[in-house]
């Protein structure tokens, strides 16, 4: 996230705490992996303050080694797989699952070929003004871009619920205009914009009510 890693910590205890509360309002199975998102991003957010600390010297190498490969797998091999799941395990109409599991292999696609870039090629971060710019080789990095956005917006935004398909128009629009801003600092400054919108996951769950299948809403779509 922007500014320090105490910002870090601060953000992941608020998000955290609005995870708790979403959590305390899934009506059924289907609503967990959405209730679970705030709590999985405040835990990403979490373990960037440990990078910022070691880029300043304050833990060390080694701690900031494994902070920096485990930030970068939750942003590169977890979300790509973990959204498109959470949106077709809420999904009820049979057209719009097929085009979600679409979403989900090019996820999984897009996972895997994050994840052998992370395994076997050098990466980096380092200290940029007010964030951390990250740095993985990846090659044919314009393909895994595309599969990363199809899975991690396009999942949200073919939703067959409004609230879904607005929150993958609003991440696709934030994730465009940051990469015109500060190309070097997407991974970041997304991820963090993704950690805070995903509190509106809490607003959403306690205004739902009862789901009337499969954890969708009658009022969803």
Do not use: K
Not at 138 to 166: E, K, N
Not at 178 to 201: K, R
């Amino acid at each position: 996230m922007c500014f320090s890693p105490e910002a870090d910590v601060v953000a992941a205890v608020v998000i955290g705490g609005i995870g708790v509360d979403a959590a305390r309002h899934v009506q059924n199975g289907a609503q967990w992996p959405l209730a679970a998102l705030p709590l999985l991003l405040a835990g990403h957010t979490l373990v960037e303050a440990f990078v910022w600390w070691g880029l300043r010297g304050d833990v060390g190498d080694v701690v900031q080694t494994v902070a920096t490969a485990l930030y970068l797998g939750v942003a590169f091999v977890v979300l790509p797989v973990y959204v498109p799941v959470m949106v077709l395990v809420l999904e009820d109409a049979p057209m719009l699952r097929a085009v979600e599991i679409v979403t989900l292999v090019a996820g999984v696609l897009c996972a895997i070929w994050l994840a052998a870039a992370l395994v076997t090629e050098p990466f980096t971060a380092r200290p940029e003004g007010h964030h951390i710019v990250y740095h993985v080789h990846l090659p044919a990095g314009a393909v895994v871009i595309a599969l990363y956005l199809v899975s991690t917006c396009g999942a949200l935004i073919v939703s067959g619920q409004r609230f879904l398909r607005w929150f993958g128009v609003i991440n696709l629009a934030a994730v465009a205009l940051l990469a015109w801003i500060a190309t070097d600092a997407v991974t970041s400054l997304w991820c963090a914009w993704a950690a805070v919108t995903s509190a509106a996951v809490a607003g959403y769950l306690r205004s739902a009510g009862p789901a009337t299948s499969r954890g969708a809403p009658a009022s969803a779509s």
